[in-house]
């Protein structure tokens, strides 16, 4: 009973050295994540300020928009979302036919340097998903209208360093609302995340892989 004691004590020592040897490894990253709770939706003509670093100085702005547009003669009703980058700050595009996308990021794909990153303004946004409707008919446009959850990869500064992250969020299969769930980005300059990574790999069951002898009541 004495040895049995003895051991336990061992295994809990053993996971703990573990534990703080795992962690070490990976002190130099952090990735910084924010839970949106309970997830906020947004409807016609609403703007959500995405502040990655909760900084409070906003990095990107997703917006539903509803505009009207007339065209030799031709008017477009335009409904949909899209996103406006602040400053230096960018994120992942993909190129359309009719305009610059903003990528729907699948889980776990990887959101770094190799990645092309667009900026956006006012009158040049990042097009999530929308519709384009005129006395023609109606065509969707845009990579976001399915009601699914997608993450999109962004780029930011905080100070004069860049970081990369990414958010989450669906756009309604009408493209007349959408829905902030979370986002994170990674704390070390220039480190790459996956999309919806939320924490650094550590090893949680150290116990597994550290070996462990009791020799005459000495581990």
């Known amino acids: 009973m004495k040895k049995l004691d003895l051991e336990k004590k061992a295994l809990k020592y053993s996971t703990i050295v573990g534990s703080v040897a795992a962690f070490a490894g990976t002190a130099g990253?952090?990735?910084?994540?924010?839970?949106?709770?309970?997830?906020?939706?947004?409807?016609?003509?609403?703007?959500?300020?995405?502040?990655?670093?909760?900084?409070?100085?906003?990095?990107?702005?997703?917006?539903?928009?509803?505009?009207?547009?007339?065209?030799?003669y031709i008017t477009f009703y335009n409904e949909g979302v899209v996103l406006l980058t602040m400053g230096s700050n960018g994120a992942i595009s993909t190129a359309g036919s009719l305009a610059t996308y903003l990528k729907a990021l699948n889980l776990n794909d990887p959101i770094d340097n190799t990645q092309t990153f667009d900026q956006s303004t006012s009158s040049t946004p990042l097009i999530a998903g929308g519709y384009v409707t005129s006395a023609l008919g109606s065509q969707g446009i845009?990579?976001?209208?399915?009601g699914a959850d997608h993450y999109m990869g962004v780029t930011f500064l905080i100070g004069a360093n860049m970081h990369f992250g990414w958010a989450r969020f669906s756009e309604s299969t009408d493209g007349l609302t959408f829905t902030i769930k979370d986002y994170a980005y990674e704390s070390t300059p220039g480190g790459s995340i996956l999309a919806g990574q939320a924490f650094n790999s550590i090893n949680e069951n150290v116990a597994d892989a550290v070996s462990m002898q009791v020799i005459n009541n000495s581990v």
Do not use: C, R
């Open 29 to 72: 990253a952090q990735i910084v994540y924010t839970d949106v709770n309970p997830d906020e939706t947004y409807t016609e003509d609403q703007l959500y300020l995405l502040d990655m670093d909760n900084d409070l100085a906003p990095d990107f702005g997703i917006v539903q928009f509803d505009t009207v547009i007339t065209y030799s």
């Open 142 to 146: 845009g990579p976001w209208i399915d």
